[in-house]
């Protein structure tokens, strides 16, 4: 009798783990659900070496795995490396030039206003029994928002 009642659905529809979870807290207020922990390929000194690397080299972030993978962890995913250097605050590498030449970390990072459209025509090579035809290629500066569209002629 005593297992059937722990296993009952409380009448406001959610489970008794969760009556459990909630009696336990000092506040109302819902927590993070951000682990406590965070799991990292690299140990914190070895993050610190991939830091000042980034910072004193100046490398990109292929080039930085390509070291990392060499002389660090030779395990390290690409992504795990950009999520380390976003958390250290390096993740653009313009910023970090940026600030190696004293400037405005700010204005490494471009802010356009809506509306500014950059737009590119290449010329596509003909295949057989095909004519030429021509990619045109718009980019909007503020959104990043691509159109990409092949025609016959550049009109």
Same mark, same amino acid.
């Given at each position: 009798m005593l297992e059937a009642q722990f296993f009952e659905v409380p009448?406001?529809?959610?489970? %008794?783990?969760? *009556? ?10 819902? =927590? ?7 799991? $990292? $390929? &690299?140990?914190?000194? /070895?993050?610190? *070496?991939?830091? @000042? ?6 490398? $990109?972030?292929?080039? &930085? &795995? %390509? ?6 962890? @030779? ?9 380390? &250097? /976003?958390?250290? =605050? ?5 910023? *970090?030039?940026?600030?190696?030449? =004293? ?11 809506? =509306?500014?459209?950059?737009?590119? %025509? ?7 029994d095909t004519p030429r035809r021509y990619l045109? *290629?718009?980019?909007?500066?503020? $959104?990043?928002?691509?159109?990409? @569209? ?6």
């Amino acid at each position: 009798m005593l297992e059937a009642q722990f296993f009952e659905v409380p009448k406001y529809g959610i489970s %008794v783990s969760t *009556v459990c979870h909630w009696r336990n807290r000092d506040t109302v207020e819902d =927590g993070s659900h951000r682990p406590h922990h965070l799991k $990292t $390929t &690299l140990n914190p000194a /070895q993050e610190a *070496v991939v830091v @000042a690397l980034r910072r004193l080299l100046e490398l $990109t972030l292929d080039d &930085l &795995l %390509v070291v990392v993978r060499e002389f660090i962890h @030779a395990s390290m995913s690409r992504s795990a490396l950009d999520r380390l &250097l /976003q958390r250290h =605050g390096v993740g653009n590498i313009n910023v *970090v030039r940026a600030e190696n030449r =004293g400037e405005d970390p700010d204005r490494a990072r471009r802010h356009y206003a809506p =509306g500014f459209i950059h737009v590119d %025509v290449k010329y596509l090579p003909a295949l057989e029994d095909t004519p030429r035809r021509y990619l045109f *290629v718009a980019i909007d500066r503020a $959104t990043r928002w691509v159109y990409l @569209a092949v025609r016959r002629d550049k009109s």
